[in-house]
């Protein structure tokens, strides 16, 4: 086990709502990032989130946001949801930012968001 | 061309035998590599995590990085049904920036 935790494990949405996914990183983990993995792809990185701060961000639009909370907490948000939006959302935190040790990223098993 | 190359499979071998994933990347500013583990339905797991070129063995699995040829590989020894999942290469320049994962390929072990 990992120590990080994804609420919901599977979600069900039509085309044009909004969808908030929650993730509880690893205690003394201070950076958070998002993955989307659709099937069959590896891993594409959303964003990351360092000390409540985003601290860098991939190829996706404005519609997907997220926030970081004090507790070790965080969200992602998206609006206006897209078929293409159907994948597993990962969560994945880390000890800190600069390091080697950012790059040991330990996973929470996902959300599995289908838009129909 | 892709950043990150893998081979998606599926690799089916028989228990016991002797297992080699292999990734390329193109992106020569890439200096660590990683290898995950990802079952289905789970997320993925971190196995292996090299810095430098060279080997790295930890119990039955083994990563391997050329930087050279922008190569990179992970060995399983004794082979075991356990072992069937997907395994993700990942890699990243380091510091701020974040990871860049291959495709993964599927691993089928059978008894």
């Known amino acids: 086990e990992t120590g990080v935790t994804q609420s919901p494990t599977h979600l069900i949405k039509t085309r044009g709502q909004q969808v908030t996914l929650r993730c509880s990183s690893q205690?003394?983990?201070?950076?958070v990032s998002w993955y989307q993995q659709a099937l069959g792809q590896g891993p594409q990185f959303i964003f990351q989130?360092?000390?409540?701060?985003?601290?860098g961000r991939g190829n996706f639009p404005p519609r997907f946001s997220g926030l970081q909370f004090p507790n070790y907490s965080s969200e992602l948000n998206v609006n206006a949801l897209e078929l293409d939006d159907s994948a597993l959302y990962l969560c994945?935190?880390?000890?800190?930012?600069?390091?080697?040790?950012?790059?040991?990223?330990?996973f929470g098993s996902g959300t599995q968001l289908s838009v129909l | 061309q892709k950043e990150v190359e893998q081979d998606p499979g599926p690799l089916s071998v028989p228990e016991g035998a002797i297992v080699s994933l292999n990734c390329t990347y193109s992106?020569?500013?890439?200096?660590?590599f990683m290898w995950y583990r990802q079952y289905s339905r789970k997320g993925p797991e971190l196995l292996m995590y090299?810095?430098?070129?060279g080997n790295k063995e930890d119990g039955r699995f083994t990563a391997q990085v050329d930087k050279s040829s922008k190569y990179i590989s992970l060995f399983i020894r004794d082979s075991q049904p356990s072992d069937s999942a997907t395994y993700l290469c990942?890699?990243?320049?380091?510091?701020?920036?974040?990871?860049?994962f291959g495709k993964g390929t599927m691993l089928l072990v059978s008894p």
């Open positions: 205690s003394g983990h201070n950076t």
């Open positions: 989130y360092y000390r409540e701060e985003e601290n």
């Open positions: 994945a935190s880390s000890e800190g930012q600069g390091g080697p040790t950012n790059e040991k990223l330990f």
């Open positions: 992106n020569s500013a890439f200096q660590y």
């Open positions: 990942a890699m990243t320049v380091g510091g701020y920036s974040t990871l860049t």
């Open positions: 090299t810095y430098s070129s």
